[in-house]
């Protein structure tokens, strides 16, 4: 199972351990009250996590938020029933890409492209490097010349 399985599913029942059953438009249900932050932060979950883990709960109506907290606000989320594993892996994953980056990116790949001209750079890089060592090599035997003719000049 997936870390953000695991973490889902102890994030929901630590809002439900601290919700309360409150009457809402003629219906009993189970509201927790406070900062979403500090519960996170007591569950020792990643704060790399907190979004995903939200959005996963609230796409599959495991939660939903009456009012969203900030600073100074507490968040206010009924908890309507346990994440299920097999519908967070078998929901539609999102391109990573839009439609419109992925455009902007293909127009950036072909323009450098023109640019480079079709250029393998990795091999133009180990070609300067291999230049760049037997030119040193030439100057390292060009100054213990020098240094050889003043020896015996002196």
Do not use: W
């Not at 102890?10 to 809402?24: P, Q, R």
């Not at 932050?37 to 599959?60: C, N, P, R, T």
């Not at 994440?83 to 839009?98: F, H, M, Q, V």
């Amino acid at each position: 199972m997936k870390a953000i399985v695991k973490h889902m599913e102890k994030m929901y029942a630590a809002l439900l351990a601290e919700s309360n059953e409150e009457i809402i438009e003629s219906k009993v249900l189970n509201v927790y009250r406070g900062r979403i932050s500090h519960l996170f932060s007591q569950q020792g979950i990643g704060a790399g996590y907190y979004s995903d883990i939200f959005k996963a709960l609230e796409a599959m109506g495991s939660i939903s938020y009456i009012q969203r907290g900030s600073r100074g606000v507490e968040s206010v989320i009924v908890c309507h029933y346990p994440p299920d594993p097999d519908a967070y892996e078998a929901r539609p994953k999102p391109d990573l890409t839009g439609a419109e980056e992925f455009a902007n990116l293909m127009e950036t790949v072909k323009l450098t492209e023109k640019l480079v001209g079709g250029i393998d750079i990795g091999r133009v890089m180990v070609d300067f490097e291999r230049r760049l060592k037997a030119l040193e090599s030439k100057l390292d035997q060009a100054e213990n010349s020098d240094n050889i003719k003043n020896n015996v000049t002196s």
